[in-house]
């Protein structure tokens, strides 16, 4: 059990099963991009240490770019995404792959690939370590995830309670 802020949480993914899945998701990338060289697009902040953790991983050519998106403010949504740092990379006719920390309500997936698409991308595919499958809302469900996991709020391993909690090694739920 921790404390952060004003909320308990409990332990709810250790590192060892992070780490296990993510190099099970590095090999299903490297196996469908083995032979091409793709864009990776990391959404910040709360996927920095998955995607750290992933890209050293693949063994495929890949550059690597950062985009900043806001969709949540505490618990909530804002009911829109908030482009605090733009995409800053030429992308028609690349393969991409975009990578977030956690798919829930899918606002923020879908304006990101909304956007890539009218950037006509040759290809993209979204890779979350988390998905929220009873939450989603959006249109595409990501190809490459990690773990598929009941709607609960969790912190740890990059994701934050009021930007606190992000470098937990482990990934803790809101205790009910």
Request: proline fraction near 2%; hydrophobic fraction near 40%; charged fraction near 25%.
């Amino acid at each position: 059990m921790i404390q952060i802020n004003d909320k308990q949480f409990e332990l709810f993914l250790t590192k060892e099963q992070i780490q296990d899945k993510v190099s099970k998701v590095a090999a299903r990338l490297n196996d469908d991009y083995a032979d091409k060289s793709v864009l990776v697009i990391v959404i910040l902040n709360g996927s920095f240490m998955f995607a750290s953790d992933l890209i050293k991983q693949l063994k495929f050519d890949n550059e690597v770019s950062f985009v900043k998106l806001q969709s949540y403010n505490d618990f909530s949504s804002l009911g829109n995404v908030l482009e605090l740092i733009g995409l800053n990379t030429d992308v028609e006719g690349k393969d991409v792959v975009v990578i977030d920390d956690i798919v829930d309500t899918g606002i923020t997936i879908n304006s990101m690939l909304h956007k890539l698409h009218k950037k006509n991308v040759g290809s993209v595919n979204v890779c979350s370590l988390l998905f929220k499958p009873d939450a989603f809302k959006g249109d595409e469900v990501p190809k490459y995830v990690g773990f598929s996991i009941p709607n609960k709020f969790v912190v740890g391993y990059g994701m934050d309670y009021n930007q606190k909690g992000r470098s937990l090694t482990e990934i803790y739920k809101l205790k009910d």
